[in-house]
């Protein structure tokens, strides 16, 4: 298809000449009137100097001017026809398979129209079915590809769906990916994973735009941040328990320090194997006449584990559990170490 192109665009060439000249200039040596007359194309002083004192240029004139059908041209427009005219004559022979020179079919007209024909149904078939030019195949490429076009009805029929999705993807400025996925003769799954790639990222550059919050934000940095998080977070975590028992051994020894004959009752049941007294016993023994809190009864007192012992117990099992505690917690509150 595409020497077509070159073929009747050297027509056209071959018919402006003829338009102008008579058919005897393309027996002319042509090369040669050329080069005699380049001087026209130097200016006005450059061609009054050659037609004073070049003859070769006087003699080129004549020659091509002997030949010329239309009105009289200017020297540069001279030159120019007969330059093209040159052109032309090489071309010819070099595309000729015959060895003639160039000359007219007998209806250029209707070749051009049908020529044309040809590849307005070409482009408007390849925009159809989304592929390149179908004008740059060979006529033998060109052949096999309608056939198998032909053949395959059912791709036929979804070209006019597959147009309109090419329009709307076209209106949504997408045609460039588009056109840069069929370069790169993707497969339909990597076609897909590159248009969400494509259009996530637009959002994303949208967003960033509009969100300041969202454009300077620094992935890295964050990770830094969540990594710093975790690590206090184990540190704290592994220090709570000494935090809690330094909590509870100054809250014991603040109570001990307040009431020390309760304190020694406390410490000398808890050196007890055995026969530890009950609960009520041992505040009695402790002289403790009201509740720890205001409001609250013995029994209230005790079951809500006022005493910091255990809550929703009887006052037996509370007693036991205050006084089977080690030693070690009664008597060494003040010398856990600080945090």
Request: hydrophobic share 45%; glycine share 8%; net charge positive.
């Amino acid at each position: 298809m595409g020497t077509w192109v070159q073929a009747l665009r050297l027509l056209d060439g071959v018919a402006a000449s003829l338009a102008v000249f008579d058919a005897a200039i393309f027996d002319s040596p042509l090369d040669e009137l050329t080069a005699a007359l380049s001087p026209a194309a130097r200016g006005l002083f450059g061609r009054l100097w050659a037609r004073i004192g070049n003859g070769d240029y006087r003699r080129a004139r004549a020659t091509a001017l002997s030949l010329w059908r239309a009105a009289k041209p200017r020297p540069t427009a001279l030159h120019a026809a007969v330059a093209a005219a040159a052109s032309q004559a090489t071309a010819w022979r070099q595309a000729a398979v015959d060895g003639g020179g160039p000359r007219l079919p007998a209806d250029l007209t209707g070749a051009e129209g049908a020529f044309g024909q040809l590849s307005a149904e070409l482009q408007a078939l390849a925009g159809w079915m989304g592929t390149a030019d179908l004008s740059q195949l060979s006529i033998p490429q060109l052949t096999a590809h309608l056939q198998a076009l032909i053949a395959d009805t059912q791709s036929l029929f979804k070209l006019p769906e597959l147009a309109r999705f090419r329009t709307a993807l076209h209106s949504a400025g997408m045609w460039p990916l588009i056109e840069e996925i069929a370069h790169r003769n993707l497969t339909i799954d990597q076609a897909l994973d590159c248009a969400a790639q494509v259009w996530l990222s637009s959002i994303l550059d949208n967003v960033s735009a509009a969100d300041p919050r969202v454009g300077a934000f620094d992935g890295q940095a964050h990770l830094r941040t969540v990594a710093q998080f975790r690590a206090a977070d184990k540190t704290h975590i592994d220090t709570a328990a000494v935090r809690v028992r330094r909590a509870v051994a100054e809250n014991a020894t603040r109570a001990r320090d307040a009431y020390p004959r309760e304190s020694e009752v406390i410490e000398h049941q808890a050196r007890l194997k055995r026969g530890h007294l009950p609960v009520r016993q041992l505040f009695q023994a402790c002289g403790c006449r009201k509740p720890c809190h205001p409001g609250l009864s013995w029994d209230s007192c005790v079951r809500t584990g006022s005493w910091g012992i255990g809550s929703g117990s009887t006052p037996d099992q509370l007693g036991r559990r205050a006084v089977q505690m080690p030693n070690e917690t009664l008597r060494g509150a003040r010398s856990l170490p600080g945090l």
